[in-house]
């Protein structure tokens, strides 16, 4: 097999994509903030462009919240269909866990047209999760839950005839939160690798994305619904508030799995933001004037989005220290527009040296964040980019390889892990397990759970012990002959084989170390890949945060919505 080479030999530009030491670090995976290319922005835009048509084709839910909801998904090529069950929140037994017993909506999209067949069968297996069966025309089963004091203050005030409180809203950002989007196998769901890639939801996440989307959309029509119901002088939610709402998105441990299984995803995702990146980095002065007004525009949008923040962070940068530095970041693109000059001088690359000057002076997010802005002056190039994202999970051993050619690739490619120290009291203070009764990821001190099974990727201590093994045979033995003597390292050679050349793809981090803060990487899953606004973090452990945090809503796709979207002002009341 040979690798996927989009994005490990970029095309050449006059800045260079940023280095793997520098972006691989988990405190700089942190800091990476939403952008073009993370999967939601990109969805979202996929389906603008291609004006996709969603629509509710029967909506029976009684004043309890009890009954079945259908929605018409038509995309370029082929029909979807989202199928919900709605039911009364209950105060005892729901939760966002798997291992829960009730969730207020349990859903399913399906390949085509709703059926009743499908309908009867989605309602009577979707319940029984682990024990049920899916259609073979079903992607991704689904459950949400309603945040119960924003959503019923919502309620209560349209079935008042009044708008909801912009204030309330706010705190949280949305009426809904995702508890689970299952799919790819899972419960029978059809394969995503039998889509294809030309498929309209054959791109990487892109199903899950769609279900999150219908999650935001069903929790809107919900909760008009039922004011209308409640009351004759019930009105709709404002156009503005409705699309300012998103769906929550929690997330714990789990995506720490997710992000050592598949490398080549992570290389992919982060290749082509780097790449985007140095692409707007590279626009010479005479372009970059045309652009300075739109980056102005975009700072300034990104600046209201974080002065307006409510939100609680315990860990991150708060959003008044990122607003303060994207400010004086306006300020001299202000006088680089006026002037053409930054300290005097003319670049030849303006966005390059704006980046210089703020890089070592500015918080981590609010530079992550400048980054973000610079891609959408080259949008092209970066859903070119996006589209290009394909990441295979199979490793393969090169079995003719020498041991010193494997060797050269190790030092060079892994320098990181040869120089951590693995035998310090704390190399292995933790473990990775699986709770046997959440039935959910779990990171707790090894003389705790003596008996775990550790489920985590050594690749410190890996390493270090295949160049151990190494040296003790014969620089000339091929891999093959080295594996067959030491079967346990074959994982690991083929891993470290199979991504040769690429930069992007390991954290450089111990993480079952005392100093590694578990949130760094959930956190990159979020806001870099999944497009999570708004993440708030407790106990360094878990995340929650709103997706599609002001996407248009299913009507504005449909009549084609133009504008920037994404960090959205607060609605005026």
């Excluded at 707007?280 to 005479?286: D, H, I, M, P, W």
């Excluded at 991150?316 to 004086?328: G, N, Q, R, Y």
């Excluded at 993440?535 to 009507?555: E, K, M, W």
């Amino acid at each position: 097999m040979t690798d996927n080479p989009q994005h490990s030999e970029p095309a050449a530009m006059a800045v260079a994509r940023r280095a793997g030491a520098q972006v691989m670090r988990p405190e700089s995976l942190a800091a990476i903030q939403p952008s073009r290319l993370s999967g939601a922005r990109a969805f979202m835009n996929k389906m603008l462009r291609e004006r996709w048509d969603i629509a509710i084709e029967r909506f029976d839910v009684d004043a309890d919240a009890s009954g079945t909801v259908v929605y018409s998904i038509k995309a370029q090529d082929r029909e979807f269909s989202f199928i919900g069950f709605s039911r009364p929140p209950s105060r005892t037994a729901r939760t966002g866990r798997i291992i829960g017993q009730a969730w207020d909506m349990m859903g399913t999209l399906n390949e085509g047209p709703a059926t009743e067949a499908d309908i009867d069968l989605a309602r009577r297996e979707i319940p029984k999760l682990y024990t049920g069966r899916a259609s073979p025309n079903a992607l991704i089963w689904c459950r949400s839950n309603r945040s119960m004091r924003v959503f019923d203050q919502t309620l209560e005030a349209l079935a008042s005839g009044v708008q909801p409180s912009v204030a309330d809203l706010s705190k949280v950002c949305y009426l809904m939160r995702n508890t689970g989007l299952d799919g790819n196998g899972t419960f029978g769901t059809r394969s995503f690798r039998t889509l294809g890639r030309d498929h309209p939801l054959g791109g990487v996440l892109q199903a899950q994305l769609l279900t999150a989307y219908m999650m935001r959309e069903y929790s809107c029509d919900l909760v008009e619904h039922l004011a209308r119901l409640k009351s004759d002088k019930a009105v709709p939610l404002d156009p503005s508030i409705r699309s300012y709402i998103g769906v929550g998105n929690g997330s714990a441990l789990g995506l720490i799995f997710f992000v050592h299984r598949h490398p080549r995803l992570l290389d992919a995702f982060i290749g082509a933001r780097e790449t985007a990146i140095a692409a707007a980095r590279s626009l010479e002065k005479g372009v970059a004037a045309t652009r300075f007004s739109y980056l102005a525009d975009l700072l300034e949008t990104a600046i209201t989005f974080r002065r307006q923040d409510r939100m609680v962070y315990e860990a991150f940068t708060s959003s008044d220290e990122v607003a303060a530095d994207l400010e004086e970041i306006k300020e001299t693109v202000a006088r680089m527009q006026e002037s053409g000059t930054l300290d005097g001088e003319s670049p030849v690359y303006p966005f390059d040296a704006l980046v210089g000057r703020f890089e070592s002076r500015i918080k981590p997010e609010s530079m992550e964040t400048f980054l973000s802005l610079l891609i959408e002056l080259v949008p092209e190039e970066a859903d070119k980019l996006f589209a290009e994202i394909d990441a295979p999970d199979e490793f393969v051993v090169s079995p003719s390889e020498t041991l010193e050619s494997l060797g050269a690739l190790i030092r060079k490619d892994y320098d990181w892990a040869l120089k951590t120290d693995m035998s310090s009291p704390d190399a292995y203070k933790y473990v990775w397990y699986k709770s046997e009764t959440a039935e959910e990821p779990r990171r707790g001190a090894r003389e705790e759970v003596p008996e775990a099974l550790d489920l985590g990727l050594d690749v410190c201590g890996g390493i270090q012990a295949l160049t151990a093994d190494m040296a003790d045979e014969d620089a000339g033995m091929t891999v093959a002959r080295f594996l067959l003597k030491y079967p346990q390292h074959r994982f690991l050679v083929a891993r470290i084989q199979s991504l040769r050349g690429k930069h992007f793809h390991t954290p450089r981090a111990n993480i079952n170390a005392e100093d590694f803060v578990p949130i760094d990487l959930v956190r990159l899953m979020n806001c870099g890949i999944h497009g999570v606004d708004k993440t708030r973090d407790f106990l360094n452990r878990n995340l929650r945060g709103v997706l599609y945090h002001g996407a248009p809503t299913r009507d504005e796709i449909r009549t084609g919505y133009t504008g920037t979207w994404f960090y959205p002002a607060e609605p005026v009341q």
